[in-house]
Each structure stands twice: as C-alpha cells, then as structure tokens.
C-alpha cells in the first residue's frame, strides 16, 4: 500500500543543477523519517541524504556534502533533493526511502519503503 514515486532525473551537464522529488502514498509522512540513495551499474546502493520527522536534522554523505540539500514539505507528502554543482560521478538511479525510526541512519536496513526510482546522468 505504500507507494514512493520519485520524478525530476534527467541529463545535465557537469556543473548542472536537479531537483529530484519523492511523492508519498499510504504512510503517514510527517512521522517517516526519509532518505535518498543512489545506485550506479556495478555499485552497491549508497546512502546520499536523510532527514528527520521534523525536517530539523539532516545527514549527507561525504561525497555531497555541501552540494546537495535535502528537505521535506509534509503537507504535501514530499521529499526532495536539490543538487548542485554536479558531477559526472553523481550519475545513478536514486532512489527514495521511508523509515518508521526517528533517528536518520544510512543503513539501507534502516529503510522500510522504497521508490523505483529516477535516472540522473551528468556528462562531463
């Protein structure tokens, strides 16, 4: 019953700028802590972003840190992730993911409910 629909991917040029989007059905959103993770051919599924209930803490992985944000808006059921000044190394699936614990992890274990998620290529 829960469904996470991520949209925004798309082609950029290095030094680009995406804002992904995840819409949230079935879960009651304002207590979900969620997250973004990426995948690239090959790789393991990387922690990128979490936030809190509460949108009040926030935890990014070393590679963004700085260049990407994340945020929520509970009233419409949505987490987003803004990313700037891409890089060719950001190319991946990302995808969204809900957690009923409070605390923001990067376990993917940590994870109850994920999107399909949304391409996102940076050519160089």
């Known amino acids: 019953q829960v469904v996470l629909v991520e949209s925004g991917g798309g082609l950029v040029q290095a030094g680009g700028s995406l804002r992904l989007s995840c819409a949230a059905s079935?879960?009651?959103?304002?207590?979900?802590?969620m997250g973004w993770f990426r995948q690239a051919p090959g790789k393991v599924r990387e922690f990128v972003a979490g936030?809190?209930?509460?949108?009040?803490?926030?935890l990014y992985a070393d590679s963004v840190k700085g260049r990407f944000t994340i945020s929520r808006d509970n009233a419409k059921n949505t987490v987003y992730l803004q990313m700037d000044s891409l890089k060719p190394e950001d190319t991946a699936v990302y995808y969204c993911?809900?957690?009923?614990?409070?605390?923001?992890?990067?376990?993917?274990?940590?994870?109850?409910?994920w999107g399909q998620g949304t391409q996102v290529t940076v050519s160089s």
């Open positions: 079935g879960l009651t959103f304002s207590t979900a802590t």
């Open positions: 993911a809900a957690s009923r614990i409070k605390l923001v992890l990067t376990q993917r274990s940590a994870y109850n409910y």
């Open positions: 936030i809190s209930w509460s949108g009040t803490s926030t």
